[in-house]
């Protein structure tokens, strides 16, 4: 099993950037792909970006492809998403996902299994 905590949102301007954090722990060999969503007020949670258990290969979301970049740091049990232009729609709460992942280059994006509490975005218009 891991345990997520996710951090970093907060209040910025559009156009600003936002770094987030996900710490995870649980296990000393942790084959799990971490991925981001978002859910934004009064709408369905939706899938942002995920980076394979290497570290190696990540899979974003159309929407934000070019403006945010996930990364990973193994030694650090750390993902980031590096989060640039925002923009007023992108206001809601992040979490951060665990999928259980033999195949250490896979960017899934289902089957999420363990989740973090979330962290607030707020972009005003």
């Known amino acids: 099993q891991v345990r997520l905590a996710d951090s970093g949102g907060g209040l910025v301007r559009a156009g600003d950037s936002l770094t987030l954090s996900c710490e995870y722990s649980g296990s000393t060999y942790i084959p799990y792909a971490i991925a981001w969503f978002r859910q934004a007020p009064e709408k369905q949670r939706e899938f942002v970006a995920v980076?394979?258990?290497?570290?190696?290969?990540?899979r974003y979301a159309a929407s934000i492809e070019g403006r945010f970049t996930i990364s990973r740091k193994n030694d650090k049990n750390t993902v980031y998403l590096q989060m640039n232009k925002l923009n007023p729609e992108e206001t809601g709460v992040y979490y951060c996902?665990?999928?259980?992942?033999?195949?250490?280059?896979?960017?899934?994006?289902?089957?999420?299994?363990?989740w973090g509490k979330g962290t607030s975005v707020t972009v005003p218009s």
């Open positions: 980076v394979s258990v290497s570290g190696e290969n990540t």
């Open positions: 996902a665990a999928a259980l992942m033999l195949e250490r280059d896979a960017t899934p994006t289902v089957g999420f299994d363990y």
